[in-house]
């Protein structure tokens, strides 16, 4: 997912290059796993600046379940959009000064322009903040940790449970 873009940084405004591309192995972070390949496709368009860079990567994700705590493989297709500018001029080769505008990524002084990190955050912000195996994951027993998407377990439902986790309610209620 490294681009040379010497031959786009010339062109005038507006001109576009697109690409599609291929990762067979994509890291997208310590606690997240991919399964399988990741795939993409890219458009990097000239502003004044640098480069717009837009497209999608469809990967699948190894997430466990909130609720069952089954792990399921969720299949994710993520549009993205980042700005990427030069770190020197293309013409010269000097560098230029340092931009102070937050989130966006440095085109470095090969002209090379490198998606790794803008599609890793991009697949990081896209993660759901809750995970569920199925939309209506009946998740585990309380009491037998009972897979209840599997069917009923054998025990019965525990009233006093419940009530007496309404009074710790109650009770931490009234004291603040
Ligand atoms: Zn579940
Ligand atoms: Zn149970």
């Given at each position: 997912m490294?681009?040379?873009?010497a031959?786009?940084?010339?062109?005038p405004?507006?001109?576009?290059?697109?690409n599609?591309?291929?990762e067979?192995?994509?890291?997208?972070?310590?606690?997240?796993?991919v399964?399988?390949?990741?795939?993409g496709?890219?458009?990097?368009?000239?502003?004044?600046?640098?480069?717009?860079?837009?497209?999608?990567v469809?990967?699948?994700l190894?997430l466990?379940?909130?609720?069952c705590?089954?792990?399921?493989?969720?299949?994710?297709?993520?549009?993205?959009?980042?700005?990427?500018?030069?770190t020197?001029?293309v013409?010269t080769?000097?560098?230029?000064?340092?931009?102070?505008?937050?989130?966006?990524?440095?085109i470095?002084?090969?002209?090379?322009?490198?998606?790794?990190?803008?599609?890793?955050?991009n697949v990081?912000?896209?993660?759901?903040?809750?995970?569920?195996?199925?939309?209506?994951?009946?998740g585990?027993?309380?009491?037998?940790?009972?897979?209840l998407n599997?069917?009923p377990?054998?025990c019965?439902?525990?009233?006093?449970?419940?009530?007496?986790?309404?009074?710790?309610?109650?009770?931490?209620?009234?004291?603040?």
């Amino acid at each position: 997912m490294i681009y040379n873009v010497a031959q786009l940084m010339k062109a005038p405004v507006g001109t576009s290059q697109v690409n599609d591309f291929h990762e067979d192995d994509f890291q997208a972070g310590d606690d997240i796993q991919v399964v399988g390949p990741l795939d993409g496709h890219v458009r990097m368009r000239r502003t004044n600046q640098g480069l717009l860079v837009d497209g999608r990567v469809d990967l699948t994700l190894q997430l466990e379940c909130n609720r069952c705590l089954k792990v399921f493989e969720q299949p994710m297709h993520i549009p993205f959009e980042e700005q990427f500018y030069p770190t020197v001029d293309v013409v010269t080769g000097l560098p230029l000064p340092p931009f102070d505008e937050e989130e966006i990524f440095p085109i470095d002084s090969h002209h090379e322009l490198d998606l790794t990190e803008a599609i890793r955050q991009n697949v990081l912000t896209a993660l759901p903040m809750v995970t569920l195996c199925q939309e209506d994951c009946k998740g585990l027993c309380s009491q037998c940790g009972h897979d209840l998407n599997l069917g009923p377990c054998e025990c019965q439902p525990v009233i006093d449970t419940r009530l007496s986790v309404l009074e710790k309610l109650l009770q931490n209620g009234s004291q603040s």
